[in-house]
């Protein structure tokens, strides 16, 4: 009898132990893309349990499949395939093992539910060797929120997520995707180096705030090409500390245009050097080329070695402009008695087509720091209105022209 109680309980052991031996085989074979990790593996979110509906909050899945891939020997891919998945705040941190290709075939949708935000959206921190292709889109719904940002009125504004953020990448190629309606900054490179953007889509609408298409600060070897960027604010802005920046055939418009800065809001910025903007097509945008700078600035810092060429206005409001006096909205604080950034070896070459506006040219650049270096070759932009005259208002710029407009020489 005691052998046979023995046997029943070590049959019933037995069955137990299948029953959860079966179950575990179940789950992994249903997330068997989380646990590929080795050379080639691909992670496609949908077996990790995503939902391309729209409305399941897929963050999970998405985060899953990060994890796998940046600890995956080899090259890593993880899969966004056909289909809207809805997501809240996606931290991807590195170091990672092998090489990430982040392949966006459907759509990433940003919640809206903004207690759900730390920072931002998606932030990729500390990683190499990443790519993110496709013809996918990532989608901020920014629309919904729009009207929670107070920057108009408040200086010091609470910031709403910017959508895509690169913190300490090196070696990144983003290529393909479309980057739509973000609810703050599109795409946001900090401390980056050897970045490349190409053919990529950056769209909101000309009055979405703050909406800038792609920012950088303290950055270097950074490659814009082919790339259609229409928003609310600048399509390109070049912040505080970046160097050997190349930008070509950027479509800009609507926007702010493409510009460096601003310069001097926080204290100890580091110099700016070595732009190029080049082959590229500005329409209907606010402004052309800028380089702004607030007279208040904290610290002291240098613009310098700053080259337009080939570039084509159509009516662009102000296509050429030094501002050292900026002040967005007109909320800056009182001004102080000095300024403290330098503008200095600044070239506009070949510049043609329309303004929107009379003023073609503005170098309006401080008395206490002038403008030096300027260099303006074959500027010939014409205002496309009637009864008025093409002009340039230069203020404190030393300026060479050569083969410009009578109108935009700014001689001095």
Same mark, same amino acid.
């Given at each position: 009898?005691?052998?046979?109680?023995?046997?029943?309980?070590?049959?019933?052991?037995?069955?137990?132990?299948?029953?959860?031996?079966?179950?575990?085989?179940?789950?992994?074979?249903?997330?068997?893309?989380?646990?590929?990790?080795?050379?080639?593996?691909?992670?496609?979110?949908?077996?990790?349990?995503?939902?391309?509906?729209?409305?399941?909050?897929?963050?999970?899945?998405?985060?899953?499949?990060?994890?796998?891939?940046?600890?995956?020997?080899?090259? #890593?891919?993880?899969?966004?395939?056909?289909?809207?998945?809805?997501?809240?705040?996606?931290?991807?941190?590195?170091?990672?093992?092998?090489?990430?290709?982040? #392949?966006?075939?459907?759509?990433?949708?940003?919640?809206?539910?903004?207690?759900?935000?730390?920072?931002?959206?998606?932030?990729?921190?500390?990683?190499?060797?990443?790519?993110?292709?496709?013809?996918?889109?990532?989608?901020? #719904?920014?629309?919904?929120?729009?009207?929670?940002?107070?920057?108009?009125?408040? %200086?010091?504004?609470?910031?709403?997520?910017?959508?895509?953020?690169?913190?300490?990448?090196?070696?990144?190629?983003?290529?393909?995707?479309?980057?739509?309606?973000?609810?703050?900054?599109?795409?946001?490179?900090?401390?980056?180096?050897?970045?490349?953007?190409?053919?990529?889509?950056?769209?909101?609408? /000309?009055? $979405?705030?703050?909406?800038?298409?792609?920012?950088?600060?303290?950055?270097?070897?950074?490659?814009?090409?082919?790339?259609?960027?229409?928003?609310?604010?600048?399509?390109?802005?070049?912040?505080?500390?970046?160097?050997?920046?190349?930008? $070509?055939?950027?479509?800009?418009?609507?926007?702010?245009?493409? $510009?460096?800065?601003?310069?001097?809001?926080?204290?100890?910025?580091?110099?700016?050097?070595?732009?190029?903007?080049?082959?590229?097509?500005?329409?209907?945008?606010?402004? /052309?080329? @800028?380089?702004?700078?607030?007279?208040?600035?904290? +610290?002291?810092?240098?613009?310098?070695?700053?080259?337009?060429?080939?570039?084509?206005?159509?009516?662009?409001?102000?296509?050429?402009?030094?501002?050292?006096? %900026?002040?967005?909205?007109?909320?800056?604080?009182?001004?102080?008695?000095?300024?403290?950034?330098?503008?200095?070896?600044?070239?506009? @070459?070949?510049?043609?087509?329309?303004? $929107?506006?009379?003023?073609?040219?503005?170098?309006?650049?401080?008395?206490?720091?002038?403008?030096?270096?300027? #260099?303006?070759?074959?500027?010939?932009?014409?205002?496309?209105?009637?009864?008025?005259?093409?002009?340039?208002?230069?203020?404190?710029?030393?300026?060479?022209?050569?083969?410009? +407009?009578?109108?935009?020489?700014?001689?001095?």
């Amino acid at each position: 009898m005691a052998f046979r109680n023995d046997a029943i309980r070590a049959f019933f052991l037995l069955m137990v132990v299948s029953a959860a031996y079966a179950k575990a085989a179940e789950k992994e074979a249903a997330g068997s893309a989380a646990a590929a990790s080795g050379p080639g593996a691909t992670l496609d979110i949908v077996k990790l349990g995503a939902t391309g509906d729209g409305k399941t909050d897929s963050t999970k899945a998405v985060e899953e499949a990060w994890a796998s891939a940046c600890g995956g020997t080899g090259k #890593q891919t993880i899969l966004i395939p056909k289909g809207d998945f809805l997501t809240g705040p996606l931290n991807f941190t590195g170091p990672c093992t092998g090489d990430i290709t982040i #392949q966006v075939d459907g759509n990433l949708l940003g919640s809206n539910d903004l207690a759900k935000y730390k920072a931002n959206w998606i932030e990729i921190m500390r990683v190499k060797n990443l790519v993110i292709t496709g013809k996918g889109k990532l989608d901020g #719904q920014g629309p919904a929120v729009w009207g929670k940002n107070s920057c108009a009125k408040n %200086y010091n504004c609470k910031i709403l997520p910017n959508t895509l953020v690169l913190d300490f990448c090196n070696n990144t190629l983003i290529e393909g995707i479309t980057l739509l309606n973000s609810k703050f900054f599109h795409l946001n490179i900090y401390e980056c180096r050897g970045i490349t953007v190409k053919d990529v889509t950056i769209t909101s609408p /000309g009055d $979405s705030p703050n909406t800038d298409g792609i920012h950088m600060g303290d950055a270097s070897n950074i490659t814009i090409t082919d790339t259609k960027i229409g928003t609310g604010d600048d399509c390109i802005s070049i912040g505080p500390g970046t160097s050997g920046v190349n930008i $070509s055939g950027v479509n800009c418009g609507p926007g702010h245009g493409i $510009s460096v800065g601003s310069l001097g809001r926080y204290k100890d910025e580091k110099d700016v050097t070595d732009i190029t903007v080049k082959n590229c097509v500005l329409n209907k945008s606010t402004n /052309g080329v @800028r380089i702004k700078s607030y007279e208040d600035a904290k +610290s002291p810092l240098v613009a310098s070695k700053l080259t337009y060429e080939n570039i084509k206005m159509m009516d662009v409001g102000y296509p050429i402009i030094i501002d050292q006096k %900026y002040c967005p909205n007109k909320i800056c604080p009182p001004k102080p008695n000095s300024a403290k950034v330098t503008v200095k070896d600044v070239t506009f @070459r070949n510049i043609t087509g329309t303004s $929107s506006t009379p003023e073609a040219v503005s170098l309006l650049c401080s008395d206490k720091q002038p403008c030096s270096g300027v #260099q303006m070759f074959d500027v010939k932009v014409e205002y496309s209105g009637t009864n008025n005259k093409t002009m340039a208002v230069c203020t404190n710029a030393k300026v060479t022209a050569k083969g410009c +407009s009578e109108a935009l020489a700014c001689a001095a």
